[in-house]
C-alpha cells in the first residue's frame, strides 16, 4: 500500500476546495447532509455489530446453561412414580419389548419379578433422559449443527458414550430413535464400531 504523502494531501484538500467552489450553497449542503447521513450509518453498522456479539454471547450462555440444567437432570433417580406415569407417555415412547413388559407387570402378583421389571423400566427412563442429554449436546456442538464452542470438551462424553453403546437398553433407545435422528444415531454408531475394535 503507497503511502500518502503531505503533498499529496494538500492536492486532494485543495481540489476539494476548488470543487465545492463551483458548487451551489443548497449543493454544498445536500453534500454536508449525505456525508453526515454516511457517518451515521457507519455508526450504526458499528453499534449493530457490537449488540449482535452481545446477542451471540448470551445466547451461547444461555444454550450452556440450558446443558449443564439438562445434564443434572439426568442424575435425578427415577422413582416408581416415574414408572407409573409410563401410561401417560406418547405410544412410541416404549419400544414394543418393553411395553409388553410393563402391561404384563401390572397384572403380576410375584413382587421378586416385577421389582426386576421396575429397575429393568427405570434403567430404560433414566438412559432415555441420558439419550436426550447427548442429543441436545449434539445438536449444539455436532460437526454439521450449530457450532457452538464446546467448553466442556468433548473428552468426557466421548468415554461415556463408548460405554453407553455397548450397553442393550441403550441399543434398544437408539434403535428406537433412529428414524427421528438419522444423523445422530449414525454418530452413535461411530462410538459401537470404535468398541468393537
Known amino acids: 500500500m503507497a503511502i500518502i504523502t503531505r503533498l499529496q494531501i494538500i492536492q486532494i484538500v485543495d481540489?476539494?476546495?476548488?470543487?465545492?467552489?463551483?458548487?451551489?450553497?443548497?449543493?454544498?449542503?445536500?453534500?454536508?447532509?449525505q456525508v453526515f447521513i454516511l457517518c451515521v450509518l457507519v455508526y450504526t453498522a458499528r453499534y449493530i455489530k457490537k449488540q449482535l456479539k452481545t446477542q451471540n454471547k448470551i445466547?451461547?450462555?444461555?444454550?450452556?446453561?440450558?446443558?449443564?440444567?439438562?445434564?443434572?437432570?439426568?442424575?435425578?433417580?427415577?422413582?416408581?412414580k416415574h414408572i407409573k406415569n409410563i401410561d401417560?407417555?406418547?405410544k412410541d415412547f416404549l419400544p414394543e419389548k418393553?411395553?409388553?413388559?410393563?402391561?404384563?407387570?401390572?397384572?403380576m402378583v410375584n413382587t421378586e419379578y416385577k421389582k426386576e421389571i421396575e429397575?429393568?423400566?427405570?434403567?430404560?427412563?433414566?438412559?432415555?433422559?441420558?439419550?436426550?442429554?447427548?442429543?441436545?449436546?449434539?445438536?449444539?456442538?455436532?460437526?454439521?449443527?450449530?457450532?457452538?464452542?464446546d467448553h466442556w470438551g468433548d473428552k468426557w462424553e466421548k468415554q461415556w458414550l463408548k460405554g453407553l453403546t455397548n450397553d442393550e437398553v441403550f441399543k434398544?433407545?437408539?434403535?428406537?430413535?433412529?428414524?427421528?435422528?438419522?444423523?445422530?444415531?449414525?454418530h452413535l454408531q461411530s462410538f459401537q464400531s470404535s468398541n468393537n475394535n
Open 98 to 107: 418393553y411395553k409388553t413388559k410393563y402391561t404384563n407387570m401390572k397384572t
Open 88 to 90: 401417560f407417555l406418547p
Open 119 to 149: 429397575v429393568e423400566l427405570g434403567k430404560y427412563l433414566y438412559l432415555a433422559k441420558v439419550y436426550d442429554y447427548f442429543l441436545y449436546s449434539y445438536i449444539l456442538y455436532g460437526k454439521e449443527k450449530m457450532n457452538f464452542k
Open 172 to 186: 434398544d433407545i437408539m434403535v428406537s430413535n433412529r428414524a427421528s435422528y438419522s444423523d445422530f444415531h449414525k
Open 59 to 80: 445466547l451461547e450462555m444461555q444454550l450452556l446453561k440450558d446443558r449443564i440444567t439438562l445434564g443434572w437432570l439426568t442424575d435425578e433417580p427415577i422413582t416408581k
Open 15 to 33: 481540489t476539494i476546495i476548488q470543487a465545492l467552489k463551483t458548487l451551489n450553497w443548497y449543493q454544498v449542503i445536500a453534500l454536508i447532509i
